[in-house]
């Protein structure tokens, strides 16, 4: 099959080009200095939340009971609060006002796929607003919300105006976008990418924007022009057949639409009008649900990220209409991709699209993982967890915000770009590229960097359980239960965790996450006193007791160097320390070898052979340098590496037999050192023997190699 072009190649080749076009029918005016003052909307009040779902076990807190405390996420994120105070809302507002026929005081688009003439252009200011929204939540700085504020008030002057005057004027009062409704026109005449791109992803940006600013910080006219647009939304597709919008949703990109359906259930909760719900229901791709709700896997070769979103807006479906089809597709399809589709970083796809079912090895590249993919894939493992809170969902959260969201922020300042990845290559000597003005990465990465904290916590929805997801330095504020918590968390770097009870207490139910790389232990204390409970390894310790204020938590995971292996090629590896994924920096273009066994102790471990190289959470083996991936820089890096392990060794005994691979890919030595630690050399030669006789009765060994590598083990002398 012909590969599409992608958008991210279009960006390339428009680089340079068109990101300096000013609009030709702008008119000149001031320009909008950053930090400056903004007159403010007058509609602004406290953070009105969504109504919470009577379907969900679980429920989040709110963005602003939740706090970052120092450490490398706070750092992040005050890159981009840096940037979200200066950039000027005269850019982001240029392409609607030029599309409405009014004044863009100056101001030039962002530039990328954000131009004058771009056909996904307003995408970004969706997004900005949204960042916006999470920071005032966030920060509850003023001028945030000033800034906010003036990009609502804008946005609904461009909304009337094509109301108003548009040229052409739109099918309904309530259309609102960068662009003429052409766009929408031609998709339902079956219009292909890149004549048109994906004018419902471009809607439902500015929807989700509109609605952040109205549930994060009170803005009731953002409610106002969202719940226009849901209006529009319903106008213009309800009369459609069911057939014509299922052709629709099936083409490349041109009918990618995000998440509509999400932003349309939630407009729905917030405004009760039937009209939304039904426009939501629009979206359903039939062929694809009924395929996610069998639990078949047909996803080789579509666009991952248009798909992703979906899945989210079928789980809110299901909250909002009680359908149990969407909450088993938005599950089923959440287990294609989290475990056979998902790269060591927690990423997914190869050049925007997804690969065969457990194609891992085979794909890796320098255009895997679209940033955007995961963002979208950690939003509905939240949704999903929200149902039933199961830990995996936990797990891949983790996994995703530490190595791939975290490490898609440059570690530099900029007022001018959002510094952020589209593609994360898990190819060999593959580097990260920042920056992503105008693209869809850019957009969800501004927002990624201003919600660390929306994940920490949860509770239950009685009230009678707290949920510690994530260990990172937080405080909690529970104004319900009169509870205030502080945790201190050196996260992602290894330490004791101490959570503590600074204000209230009572009966609780405290629910530690019990991560499943946890395998070196987990033990907890209260109040110094250790806790007796088992603590097993993906899944959640609960701690029951009348809490009281002063109450201190600590938890102990010590981290263990491991690799796991890609599915395809057991071969093929990554290397983590705990949660971490490590890379080698290398500029070499093929995979790097190591061998490790030859280097074990009875105690069977990594440490024997990759080594500390002095600085936190860096190693070296193989004259290599491993470092965390979530350092963002434009070093080259491998963030898989070959193993190879060709004979049966025990330290400096080796006994010349191949070490052959069982049918799962498994070889001798890997499914020995899978029981270490051994506590004596007698438990050691009692598990080669027993190990060899079964490689024997497999037809792995000959009755000659089970003698050799028997008598390999018994001349070895491994110290503990």
């Not at 000013?22 to 602004?44: D, I, Q």
């Not at 694809?288 to 989210?312: K, M, W």
């Amino acid at each position: 099959m012909t590969q599409p072009p992608t958008r991210r190649n279009l960006l390339r080749l428009a680089a340079g080009s068109v990101a300096a076009t000013p609009l030709a029918y702008a008119v000149p005016a001031a320009h909008a200095a950053p930090g400056a003052a903004l007159p403010a909307s007058p509609s602004s009040d406290a953070a009105l939340p969504a109504p919470v779902p009577s379907s969900w076990s679980v429920q989040p807190f709110p963005l602003d009971q939740v706090t970052l405390g120092d450490g490398v996420f706070r750092r992040k994120r005050d890159l981009m609060l840096e940037y979200a105070r200066s950039y000027p809302a005269d850019r982001i507002l240029a392409v609607f006002r030029a599309n409405a026929g009014l004044d863009t005081r100056g101001a030039q688009p962002p530039g990328g796929w954000e131009t004058a003439d771009g056909n996904l252009r307003g995408h970004f200011g969706g997004h900005f607003l949204s960042l916006m929204a999470q920071a005032y939540a966030d920060t509850k700085e003023a001028a945030l919300k000033t800034k906010l504020d003036y990009l609502v008030t804008a946005l609904g002057e461009c909304q009337q105006a094509l109301a108003d005057h548009g040229s052409p004027r739109p099918s309904h009062p309530g259309f609102l976008a960068a662009y003429p409704e052409t766009q929408f026109i031609l998709l339902e005449s079956y219009t292909t990418y890149p004549t048109i791109w994906a004018p419902y992803y471009t809607c439902h940006k500015i929807m989700r924007g509109l609605l952040d600013a109205h549930t994060l910080t009170g803005n009731q006219q953002a409610l106002t022009i969202a719940s226009k647009m849901g209006d529009w939304v319903h106008s213009r597709l309800s009369r459609l057949p069911r057939a014509q919008l299922d052709r629709m949703w099936s083409i490349y990109i041109a009918g990618e639409y995000g998440g509509m359906n999400e932003v349309l259930a939630d407009l729905h909760a917030l405004t009760g009008k039937a009209e939304h719900l039904a426009a939501a229901r629009c979206f359903d791709n039939t062929a694809l649900v009924d395929a996610c709700v069998a639990n078949q896997d047909i996803l080789d070769g579509r666009h991952a990220n248009q798909h992703i979103p979906q899945f989210t807006g079928y789980s809110r479906l299901f909250d909002q209409t009680g359908e149990a089809r969407y909450a088993t597709a938005a599950r089923n399809f959440w287990g294609m991709v989290a475990g056979p589709r998902t790269y060591s970083l927690g990423g997914t796809g190869q050049g925007e699209m997804f690969r065969a079912r457990n194609a891992i090895a085979a794909t890796l590249a320098d255009n895997n993982a679209e940033t955007c993919a995961t963002y979208n894939m950690l939003k509905l493992s939240r949704q999903l967890f929200f149902h039933t809170p199961e830990p995996a969902y936990m797990d891949y959260y983790e996994r995703g915000l530490t190595n791939h969201i975290l490490a898609s922020r440059r570690d530099a300042r900029s007022t001018t770009s959002p510094e952020v990845t589209y593609f994360v290559g898990m190819g060999p000597g593959v580097v990260r590229q920042y920056d992503n003005t105008g693209t869809c990465c850019g957009g969800t990465g501004m927002e990624n960097h201003t919600k660390y904290q929306d994940s920490v916590y949860f509770r239950s929805a009685d009230g009678n359980a707290l949920y510690v997801n994530l260990y990172l330095a937080s405080t909690l504020r529970w104004p319900e239960r009169g509870i205030v918590i502080d945790q201190t968390s050196d996260f992602p770097a290894e330490g004791v965790r101490t959570l503590t009870f600074r204000e209230g207490g009572g009966t609780l139910d405290l629910r530690l996450r019990v991560p499943s790389w946890a395998t070196g232990g987990f033990t907890v204390t209260v109040n110094g006193v250790a806790q007796p409970a088992g603590a097993v390894p993906g899944s959640y310790l609960i701690l029951s007791r009348n809490w009281q204020r002063g109450d201190r938590i600590t938890v102990s995971a010590p981290y263990r160097l491991r690799v796991e292996r890609a599915v395809d090629d057991p071969t093929v590896q990554s290397l983590f320390h705990g949660p971490v994924l490590l890379v080698a920096r290398s500029t070499a273009t093929t995979l790097r070898t190591f061998s490790f066994y030859k280097d074990f102790t009875l105690q069977g471990d990594l440490a024997a052979s990759v080594k500390p190289e002095g600085r936190p959470q860096h190693f070296t083996t193989h004259g290599l340098v491993l470092a965390p991936f979530h350092i963002a820089d434009t070093a080259r890096y491998h963030a898989y590496f070959k193993r190879s392990e060709p004979v049966v060794v025990f330290g400096t005994a080796t006994s010349g037999v191949p070490n052959r691979a069982r049918a799962d890919g498994l070889t001798f030595l890997d499914v020995l050192w899978a029981r270490a630690p051994f506590a004596t050399q007698q438990a050691f030669l009692d598990a080669v023997r027993v190990l060899a006789d079964s490689w024997l009765s497999q037809g792995l060994f000959s009755r000659a190699e089970r003698d050799a590598v028997v008598a390999a083990s018994v001349r070895a002398n491994l110290r503990r």
